[in-house]
């Protein structure tokens, strides 16, 4: 037979094969993982912002701690904070639902309906700003080099298996599973992309302070070691027309100031250093917003309410260390923790405390979790008890006046069960040593907090030692989980997906730089992550989360402490607002200066 022939009837099965085994394709603007998307292809801006917003003016924000390097991907040193306008992502979310993006360096994304692979369309006009076109060759380049020098996101990028360059402006990923994740590809397209021409012939494992090659609206104009950094409005920047930008990165100049402590950096919010300020203390909040400035009216107070899922927050313990591996010990701490007398006192009573991983969502499992969450449990981890399936969980209360005598008692319970004893006033081991606990901290606004821990601890025969570091140290304390117990907050989304391997698993729980801060090593935990990751029904979902809750919170892994379910801050009036904000964020990137304001203002300040 004619070999012409032959090829084309072998074209002609190919082609048929595909046409009728092949997955239906989906080509979107953009993702939503909770619904439908509220915007269509054809949306101008997103609502909460305002297209006439005028550009111009100077924004000048507080930041605590310090930094060394600009290179956020180094797996050393202290980056820039702030490095999120610098650089575009594929994707941009919107803050007006819960968990929607749409594109920003990516005009269009392709998927199947068994999610077995992505493919996004580069937008032909992005740019570097140093206008060299983004191609598909920079995500590629970006892809390898994150998951070659970061552990974090060599396990969020994980199900990915191969990568295809189709064209010069089109990229495909293809996944180990079909119809599992529906998350993979809003992940890719939260990759910040990086610059392959800028970076092939540097070590991005390397921390730098040369100011940074990217493709955002704003770039690095100036700076000073550790101290404080300018950002400056790119006048060029190729996606300022993108519906996703419109009214939006609306300042001609950022100025960033690093302050060591909160409460140096809130006295200089009060004398006019900067223009900005989000406060979480409460006592601060009604009792230190007070001075020439206020008087003269020229800050501004608000609360406004969020619909943010506020995730956890309090004192994690490292369950790798003795005798905080014991559950019994990590309970009875909890209830030598008086909440009631630290909200009242130091957050008037404002506050609303985490009884949840997942607090603020409808993620939270309820104290007696449903029989759909229970049967969940008895799945993955046959051999749990009845407290952690059938009884209520709730954290110890106290009448807030500081006597926690009967939460005490039962402290004192716990650890004779847990085989510690009083003697002599001290709470000593069969060993006969003192039981010693101490937590790391970087903040002093948090040593009230502690300290309160900490006489109630000394009242059971505790010795209790908060050892405060500097942020450097922190960070690499933190990163090497060398601790036995910080103060930290765990975030959380709508949509918990890949990011809980990195939070709870135990193939992270000794990995540097995760951000499994309690080391946990429990394979029911670990089962169920695997069910959330893969799981499409949003129902299911739901009840696979509250059951990875349910574990947590009777693992006793967190002193749980409170959270605002509205935003507190403060601002000298030179700022104009759109006038419907997002109910899943604040919005401050669609806020803009009034020139006439800040002009007057810069002038009284300046006297």
């Known amino acids: 037979m004619n070999r012409w022939i032959i090829l084309l009837l072998l074209s002609f099965f190919l082609t048929f094969s595909e046409t009728v085994y092949s997955s239906e394709i989906i080509t979107t603007h953009g993702i939503s993982l909770t619904g439908s998307l509220k915007y269509d292809k054809n949306f101008k801006s997103f609502d909460y912002t305002d297209k006439n917003a005028k550009k111009g003016g100077t924004l000048r924000r507080a930041i605590i701690g310090t930094y060394d390097t600009f290179n956020t991907f180094a797996l050393k040193g202290i980056p820039f904070r702030s490095s999120g306008s610098i650089y575009d992502t594929l994707l941009k979310s919107s803050l007006d639902e819960s968990v929607s993006y749409y594109g920003l360096l990516a005009e269009s994304i392709e998927y199947p309906d068994d999610y077995s692979w992505v493919q996004f369309n580069l ?9 060299v076109p983004i191609t598909s060759d920079d995500i590629l380049f970006t892809f390898n080099t994150l998951i070659k020098n970061s552990p974090f996101y060599r396990n969020y990028y994980s ?11 089109t990229i495909r990923f293809i996944f180990d599973k079909k119809g599992l994740n529906k998350e993979l590809p809003l992940i890719l397209g939260q990759m910040v992309v990086l610059p392959k021409h800028y970076w092939k012939s540097k070590d991005i494992s390397k921390a730098t302070l040369e100011p940074p090659l990217g493709s955002g609206p704003y770039k690095i104009k100036s700076f000073i070691a550790g101290k404080s950094v300018v950002l400056e409005a790119v006048d060029n920047y190729w996606g300022k027309d993108l519906p996703v930008n419109i009214g939006q990165n609306n300042f001609q100049t ?13 006295e200089a919010f009060k004398a006019g ?3 900005f300020i989000s406060e979480s203390s409460g006592k601060r909040w009604y009792h230190g917003y007070k001075g020439r ?3 003269l009216g020229l800050i501004k107070k608000e609360e406004i309410d969020h619909k943010n899922p506020s995730g956890m927050m309090g004192i994690m313990f490292n369950t790798s260390i003795k005798p905080l591996d014991n559950i019994l010990v990590r309970k009875a701490l909890t209830y030598a923790y008086d909440y009631e007398w630290i909200n009242k006192n130091l957050y008037f009573g404002n506050d609303i405390r985490h009884t949840s991983y997942f607090s603020n969502s409808e993620l939270a499992v309820e104290s007696i979790p449903s029989k759909e969450v229970v049967e969940i449990i008895k799945r993955v981890k046959p051999s749990a008890s009845d407290d952690v399936l059938y009884t209520k969980f709730e954290l110890p209360k106290t009448d807030a006046t ?24 001290k709470m000593v081991g069969s060993d006969g040593k003192p039981l010693i606990f101490e937590i790391v901290i970087t903040s002093k606004a948090l040593e009230k907090d502690i300290i309160s821990f900490k006489n109630s601890l000394s009242r059971i025969g505790i010795n209790f030692h908060i050892r405060y570091i500097d942020s450097t140290q922190y960070v690499e304390k933190v990163r090497n989980k060398d601790y036995m117990m910080i103060y930290t907050r765990i975030k959380q989304s709508d949509s918990p997906g890949n990011e809980q391997r990195n939070m709870w698993s135990s193939a992270v729980a000794s990995e540097k730089g995760s951000r499994n801060y309690a080391k946990i090593n429990d394979k029911s935990i670990d089962r169920l992550i695997d069910l959330i990751v893969e799981e499409s029904d949003r129902g299911k979902l739901i009840n696979y989360v509250k059951a990875l809750d349910r574990l947590l919170l009777t ?5 749980p402490a409170g959270y605002s379910d509205r935003y507190r801050i403060a601002y000298f009036d030179k700022f104009i607002q759109p006038l419907n904000p997002p109910a899943y964020g604040l919005g401050f990137n669609s806020w803009w200066i009034d020139s006439d304001k800040e002009k007057e203002i810069d002038e009284i300040i300046s006297r």
């Open 254 to 266: 950022i100025e960033f100031e690093y302050f060591r402590d909160q409460m140096v950096a809130f």
């Open 555 to 559: 693992g006793y892994y967190t002193i």
């Open 273 to 275: 250093h900067f223009d």
């Open 123 to 131: 937008n032909k006009k992005a740019r570097w700003n140093d206008s």
């Open 159 to 169: 199900a990915v298996v191969d990568t295809r360059i189709v064209d010069k402006h």
């Open 293 to 295: 400035y206020f008087d």
């Open 402 to 425: 500081g006597n926690n005598r009967l939460n005490l008692m039962r402290s004192v319970a716990l650890f004779e069960e847990a085989g510690y004893t009083i003697k002599n006033g």
